[in-house]
Nanobody
Framework: QVQLVESGGGLVLAGGSLRLSCAAS????????MGWFRQAPGKEREFVAGIIKSGGTTKYRESVEGRFTISRDNAKNTMYLQMNSLKPEDTAVYYC?????????????????WGQGTQVTVSS
């Protein structure tokens, strides 16, 4: 069993920055890909970014490319999402997720384990 716990959410002004963390525990060796998803009120959950275990391959949704950076520290079993130049449309509950898939797939159904989510609110 793998457990994921997010932290680092909060309220920030537009243009500001936040760093989210996702701490993994349990049988993390089986999880090859980790990712961040988000869900805004009244909208479906959407893929934000993903990273494979080695950290050498990442994938981003187009709207966050160049503003968000995903990374992972395997020694600490922790994944991060550095979010810069935040916009009001980035407001959502952010979830971390993990999968045994060898590839980064931007579809939530491919992810086996989910965290409880952390709220990010960007005010204008």
């Amino acid at each position: 069993q793998v457990q994921l716990v997010e932290s680092g959410g909060g309220l920030v002004l537009a243009g500001g920055s936040l760093r989210l963390s996702c701490a993994a525990s349990g049988r993390t060796i089986s999880m090859n890909v980790m990712g961040w998803f988000r869900q805004a009120p009244g909208k479906e959950r959407e893929f934000v970014a993903g990273i494979i275990k080695s950290g050498g391959t990442t994938k981003y949704r187009e709207s966050v490319e160049g503003r968000f950076t995903i990374s992972r520290d395997n020694a600490k079993n922790t994944m991060y999402l550095q979010m810069n130049s935040l916009k009001p449309e980035d407001t959502a509950v952010y979830y971390c997720a993990a999968t045994r898939s060898p590839f980064i797939v931007p579809i939530e159904g491919f992810y086996d384990v989910w965290g409880q989510g952390t709220q990010v609110t960007v005010s204008s």
